[in-house]
T-cell receptor, first 110, second 118 residues
Framework: DAGITQSPRHKVTETGTPVTLRCHQT?????MYWYRQDPGHGLRLIHY???????DKGEVSDGYSVSRSKTEDFLLTLESATSSQTSVYFC?????????FGSGTRLTVV | AQKVTQAQTEISVVEKEDVTLDCVYE???????LFWYKQPPSGELVFLIR??????QNEISGRYSWNFQKSTSSFNFTITASQVVDSAVYFC???????????????FGKGTKLSVIP
């Protein structure tokens, strides 16, 4: 399986503070994705990347920005965290067979 | 726009019973992929199967089987002789190619929580 790691695994932050989540892959895949998972909503796409410096918005992109300066790293930033952004965040990479997901980051905004 | 519906929010079965999880999808594309993922209580997402829209053959893998029917836009998942370890949330997902970018974005259903009771 492709190597994909997310950091941190858990984070508690205060409303209004900036937060950056990191996704790191070791397989040189071109496409990377950020999803959030909320009860009753399944997983929803936030942003995705189709190459270094190439990103686009997903279904629920408001309040989030992303950056991809290297193939292996895809960063998700909450510029000013709100309580509605409390969620579990999953990163995914798109390989030949399909998608591999990271272990997730549980973010709590208090 | 693509959409995936998993009408069953929660299902409980007694161990060794068979159970079918329903998935209905909507898409305007002729080329797409369908997936099933398992999310056990530990939280990770485990890939189970990918099916190409041109391949309507049913598939069996051990106690798992999948029934893909384009005529009804359904991709149902059956677990035979369920076990306690099958207790999890199961997600059906659909991907279409994002024109121009070459990526295949996943659209997920809301998931079905399966509880297998000993």
């Amino acid at each position: 399986d492709a190597g994909i790691t997310q950091s941190p695994r858990h984070k508690v932050t205060e409303t209004g503070t900036p937060v950056t989540l990191r996704c790191h892959q070791t397989e040189n895949h071109r496409y990377m994705y950020w999803y959030r998972q909320d009860p009753g909503h399944g997983l929803r796409l936030i942003h995705y990347s189709y190459g270094v410096k190439d990103t686009d918005k997903g279904e629920v992109s408001d309040g989030y920005s992303v950056s991809r300066s290297k193939t292996e790293d895809f960063l998700l930033t909450l510029e000013s965290a709100t309580s509605s952004q409390t969620s579990v965040y999953f990163c995914a990479i798109q390989g030949a067979r399909g998608y591999t997901f990271g272990s997730g980051t549980r973010l709590t905004v208090v | 726009a693509q959409k995936v519906t998993q009408a069953q929010t929660e299902i409980s079965v007694v161990e060794k019973e068979d159970v079918t999880l329903d998935c209905v999808y909507e898409t305007r594309d002729t080329t797409y992929y369908l997936f099933w993922y398992k999310q056990p209580p530990s939280g990770e997402l485990v890939f189970l199967i990918r099916r190409n829209s041109f391949d309507e053959q049913n598939e069996i893998s051990g106690r798992y089987s999948w029934n893909f029917q384009k005529s009804t836009s359904s991709f149902n998942f059956t677990i035979t002789a369920s076990q306690v370890v099958d207790s999890a949330v199961y997600f059906c997902a659909l991907s279409e190619e994002d024109s121009g970018a070459g990526s295949y974005q996943l659209t997920f259903g809301k998931g079905t929580k399966l509880s297998v009771i000993p």
